[in-house]
């Protein structure tokens, strides 16, 4: 009875706390990263999606910024040329789960499979630097930061985010980011034609305020 119930308070425990952001029971989770540095990372998930994605890289290589891309599975297997041009144009490729449904319940084997097959056509692609790892919506509880220990993954999370999915305006997305970020800030985007948009001004921006625009492993490398 007192072991029930010890265990039950602890998983109720790990339940609420799991709920927030960076909280997670094994691995390594990072919304931002620790230094007075003033650098900053955009990311952008669920991609790449066809020519709203090349339209998002050839302006961020017009503006000699330098991003991290968290790629779906299924979303590879249909642009291949697009995944390469990606990291061949400087930028950063990681894992956002094969299929793109919500991980905070399941199957383990599941997420094992999607995390190895994504990784795996990662590779395809020829990218050989490291593969962090971003859950649908970052949503997790018990086993996926389990498979991601096993992978020996880093879960990338953000501190910054524009709501772009929602169809934000662009001028409002610019300012929210340039509002709420700090140094070591990870800021959630999509491939999605308002975030192009934004772009300019959100790039422009920051180096206005000092920032100096890099890619989740660059940021990582200052955690002090
Ligand atoms: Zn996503």
């Known amino acids: ?19 927030t952001n960076s909280f997670q029971w094994i691995g390594e989770s990072v919304d931002r990263v620790s230094t007075q540095k003033p650098m900053v990372a955009l990311t952008f998930d669920d991609g790449p999606r066809g020519p709203v994605s090349r339209r998002l890289m050839l302006e961020l290589n017009r503006l000699n910024t330098k991003a991290t891309f968290f790629l779906v599975g299924r979303q590879i297997k249909q642009f291949p040329h697009l995944t390469t ?84 305006a662009p001028e409002l997305m610019v300012q929210t980011v340039l509002q709420k970020v700090r140094p070591g800030s990870i800021v959630l985007l999509h491939d999605r034609p308002n975030t192009v948009a934004a772009l300019a001004g959100m790039v422009e921006g920051l180096r206005a305020k000092g920032y100096q625009l890099v890619t989740v492993d660059q940021l990582l490398a200052q955690q002090r």
């Open 1 to 19: 009875m007192l072991l029930s119930g010890l265990l039950s308070s602890s998983g109720y425990w790990l339940h609420q706390r799991s709920g």
């Open 85 to 168: 041009e990606l990291w061949r144009s400087g930028h950063q490729l990681a894992n956002h789960s094969f299929a793109h449904k919500a991980m905070d319940s399941g199957n383990l084997w599941r997420f094992w499979q999607e995390v190895r097959d994504t990784d795996s056509l990662i590779r395809q692609s020829g990218y050989t630097g490291p593969i962090h790892f971003r859950a649908p919506m970052g949503k997790k509880r018990l086993a996926l930061p389990l498979v991601l220990a096993l992978a020996q993954k880093k879960h990338i999370l953000w501190d910054v985010n524009p709501h772009d999915y929602k169809n934000t």
